[in-house]
């Protein structure tokens, strides 16, 4: 046959009989014209056809997996005693290159430890080769540049390696990083909720006074809004009061509703785009005479009874309006849902962006009786403090949602100095 292998072509190993050759490593015979040649002959023409092997390799290898399979392959042949056994070395050194080379496991330590081993492997079995050509060949006829190519292939694994696991550390890090922030600002929102719970629980104001706060509902949504605990008795008569400011435009929205099955309107105090303010009982509509969107703090009282649907409007301790035939002989039912904010459709929701309220609201409180326009005033001035029977303005009593929040409030008298 041709002393040269084709281009591209793989070495093929296979060993001769053991007591061809004598003790050792096996090389397999080399094909050549004149018959047997002596061993020492046979040896110096392996190694010659060796350095050419690898010689023509090293400009065919196209990448770093197709250089270890291909010393990882020679090796083989070199450690086997018979075909069999090379060829089971090589298949398997072919599979582990692969496993090693290709798609690795995600855990970090797995995959050190599997590149560890297969660098530690191709190390020991090029020092078992170098121990078997100085026993049994002369240094000069050792084949040089295959050692050297070995320890340099070997040392760009080794770099490949090292270049792996700082790039799986810094993934780790990362991932470690991030897990943290995020349990953190999980555990910061757990507190803050386990600590407005205690202080529901407990029924502690977080205010100076119980009812010197006041609800904030900034922007015009559908879910800003407070929520009155309490539900009302059935009613034959009320006065609902309370301090409110506002600048919205068009129209300030709904300051409160109440709303029972059957009739979301059943109270509800609104104005809405450029409407004036709007008393509802059961539905119908008396118009107020108040203006109150210039965002000034303003006491408004509103009277109502059945008793010929009677109403009456107060601002800032006077009244302004006074009315008759709303909603006459009609009692309020009982056992529905009180909102500050928004305009029920349902009972308890259903609202709409464009009614909500914007603004701020204080001593937001109900009696189940008309009150005197003496005591309207009286309670407008800050002469005196009047919760109410019915629904009275303390902390624990409302609760916020959406955004919505409770803030100390400013003390009767700046409010009226707002006036």
């Given amino acids: 046959g041709d002393q040269e292998s084709p281009p591209g072509s793989r070495f093929v190993c296979t060993s001769l009989p053991l007591d061809a050759v004598g003790a050792g490593c096996?090389?397999?015979?080399?094909?050549?014209?004149g018959g047997a040649l002596p061993p020492e002959e046979e040896l110096k023409a392996t190694v010659l056809q060796l350095r050419e092997t690898v010689l023509q390799q090293k400009e065919t290898i196209g990448s770093q997996r197709e250089a270890i399979r291909e010393l990882t392959g020679k090796l083989s042949r070199c450690e086997g005693t018979d075909g069999k056994s090379a060829g089971g070395a090589w298949k398997n050194e072919v599979g582990k290159g692969k496993d090693t080379m290709g798609d690795l496991p995600r855990d970090p330590a797995?995959?050190?430890?599997?590149?560890s081993?297969?660098?530690?492997?191709l190390k020991d079995r090029l020092e078992s080769l170098e121990h078997q050509l100085r026993a049994n060949?002369?240094?000069?006829?050792?084949?040089?540049?295959?050692?050297?190519?070995?320890?340099?292939?070997?040392g760009d694994l080794e770099r490949q390696l090292l270049s792996k696991v700082?790039?799986?550390?810094?993934?780790?890090?990362?991932l470690h990083n991030e897990t943290s922030a995020h349990r953190q600002k999980t555990e910061t929102a757990l507190n803050a909720l386990l600590e407005r719970v205690s202080e529901l629980e407990k029924g502690n104001s977080a205010f100076k006074s119980p009812d010197e706060f006041k609800v904030s509902l900034p922007l015009r949504t559908n879910y800003l809004y407070g929520k009155i605990k309490k539900t009302l008795p059935e009613l034959y008569a009320f006065t609902v009061c309370l301090w409110l400011r506002s600048s919205a435009s068009p129209g300030i929205g709904t300051p409160f509703s109440y709303a029972v099955p059957g009739q979301a309107n059943e109270i509800v105090l609104i104005e809405w785009g450029n409407n004036p303010i709007e008393l509802l009982i059961n539905d119908k509509v008396a118009q107020l005479p108040l203006f109150i969107s210039d965002g000034k703090w303003h006491h408004?009282?509103?009277?109502?009874?059945?008793?010929?649907g009677m109403w009456e409007a107060f601002q800032d301790g006077e009244k302004l309006g006074t009315g008759e035939n709303l909603a006459p002989w009609h009692p309020i039912k009982p056992g529905g849902v009180l909102i500050l904010g928004q305009e029920q459709d349902t009972v308890g929701g259903r609202f709409d962006a464009t009614q909500a309220f914007v603004g701020e609201m204080s001593q937001f409180n109900i009696w189940d009786r008309v009150l005197k326009a003496e005591d309207i005033m009286n309670i407008a001035n800050c002469s005196i403090n009047m919760p109410g029977n019915i629904i009275p303005w303390v902390d624990n009593n409302?609760?916020?949602?959406?955004?919505?929040t409770k803030w100390p409030v400013e003390t009767c008298e700046e409010r009226l100095l707002d006036l």
Avoid: H, N
């Fill in 26 to 33: 096996p090389l397999p015979p080399v094909p050549m014209q």
């Fill in 110 to 115: 797995q995959v050190i430890d599997q590149l």
């Fill in 117 to 121: 081993r297969t660098m530690q492997t």
């Fill in 137 to 154: 060949v002369s240094y000069a006829a050792l084949p040089s540049d295959l050692r050297e190519m070995l320890q340099r292939r070997l």
């Fill in 166 to 174: 700082a790039e799986l550390e810094d993934e780790k890090s990362l």
């Fill in 300 to 308: 408004i009282c509103i009277t109502w009874t059945t008793r010929d």
């Fill in 398 to 404: 409302v609760d916020v949602f959406g955004g919505a």
